[in-house]
């Protein structure tokens, strides 16, 4: 799962995308609303955490632009991360678009328990994904196939969950990259083809990850 963080605390902002990514999340960091709406312009994410008071203006009229401008690429969640608490702000919030509301201060289980809930609401699935004899508890990142723990990487966590959310379908490495890695990758040792060879050594025989020449790569749906 891909995240935008716009936050203008530039220590609160570290801290999140820190902890973010180390949940296997991929984070993208936009500190004013000009730096959001850029890249917007140009990436697909998944969720869009925003802040409401940017220093370059508010992140509600942001969100109302959201629905309304089809020059940017809508999130397929938004979630309000702002110390506004009154009722009326989590009312503006959610009329303008948010699909969640989190007030600040917050405990960092809470926020990231909740862009689950935000991805299963998105993915219309579970805390636990299941493919043939792959299993995977999105809650305490544990996968496992058959009853062999894979001892995953944060990097092939997210991979493979990234496939699992898509069984069967062909997965273009530029898709992957969209959605897996973030603007921090280094293209060069975290590449699609690199940790996506790790990754189908640790999964085992019989292979379970086919390469669709000239198109991408597909997760099998295994009975």
């Known amino acids: 799962m891909r995240i935008l963080l716009v936050e203008d605390d530039a220590d609160l902002a570290e801290v999140v995308a820190l902890g ?5 999340y991929a984070v993208d960091r936009a500190g004013t609303r000009a730096e959001a709406e850029e890249l917007l312009l140009t ?31 809508r999130p397929r969640r ?21 699909d969640d509301y989190l007030v600040k201060p917050f405990h960092f289980a809470e926020l990231v328990a909740r862009l ?23 809650a305490t990142h544990r996968a496992v196939r058959g009853d062999t723990d894979l001892a995953l ?14 069984p069967g379908e062909v997965l273009s490495a530029e898709e992957l990259l969209e959605h897996v890695w973030d603007a921090n990758a280094d293209p060069f040792t ?12 640790k999964l085992g025989d019989p292979p379970l990850i086919d390469t669709v020449t000239g198109a991408g790569y597909r997760l099998r749906e295994v009975p």
């Open 116 to 138: 689950r809930a935000l991805g299963r609401r998105a993915d219309e699935t579970g805390a636990t994904l299941r493919v043939g004899d792959l299993a995977m508890d999105l």
């Open 20 to 24: 973010l990514r180390h949940e296997s």
């Open 43 to 73: 990436t697909a994410y998944d969720v869009a955490c925003f802040d409401l008071g940017l220093p370059d203006g508010d992140g509600l009229d942001l969100l109302r632009r959201l629905g309304t401008d089809p020059v940017l690429r």
């Open 78 to 98: 938004t979630l309000v991360l702002t110390a506004r608490d009154a009722v009326t702000d989590r009312v503006a919030g959610l009329d303008a678009g948010a």
């Open 190 to 201: 975290t590449s699609v083809q690199v940790i996506l060879s790790r990754l189908r050594r």
């Open 153 to 166: 990487t944060a990097r092939e966590f997210s991979l493979l969950r990234y496939f699992m959310h898509r």
